[in-house]
């Protein structure tokens, strides 16, 4: 069984910054890994995925202020989140698609930006 295991939220004004950190145990290998998010009354969204061929995908209201990166041997993502927005206040679930093909979730870490 994969365990994710998130860190990284908290609250912070807005244009200010925080990092999450996610690690998947277990001998596994993993395709993709990435953040999703939901907000209070919302669905969930993607914010970003990367393979590991180092394709990255992010939502449009993230482009250009948040940056995934990953340890492939460590099975560890990261999101850098840089000028943060209100609108960004969520839950940021981490995901992990492991081979050979089921989805992994984290159990999620809030993300409060006050304006």
């Known amino acids: 069984q994969v365990q994710l295991v998130e860190s990284g939220g908290g609250l912070v004004q807005a244009g200010g910054s925080l990092r999450l950190s996610c690690t998947a145990s277990?001998?596994?290998?993993?395709?993709?890994m990435g953040w999703y998010r939901q907000a209070p009354g919302a669905q969930r969204e993607l914010v970003t995925t990367?393979?590991?061929?180092?394709?990255?995908n992010y939502a449009d209201s993230v482009k250009g202020r948040f940056t995934i990166s990953r340890d492939n041997g460590k099975n560890t993502v990261w999101l850098q989140m840089n000028s943060l927005k209100p609108e960004d206040t969520a839950v940021y679930y981490c995901?992990?698609?492991?081979?050979?093909?089921?989805?992994?979730w984290g159990q999620g870490t809030q993300v409060t930006v006050s304006s």
């Open positions: 990367l393979t590991n061929f180092g394709t990255t």
């Open positions: 995901y992990a698609r492991v081979l050979p093909g089921s989805n992994s």
């Open positions: 277990g001998s596994i290998s993993i395709s993709v």
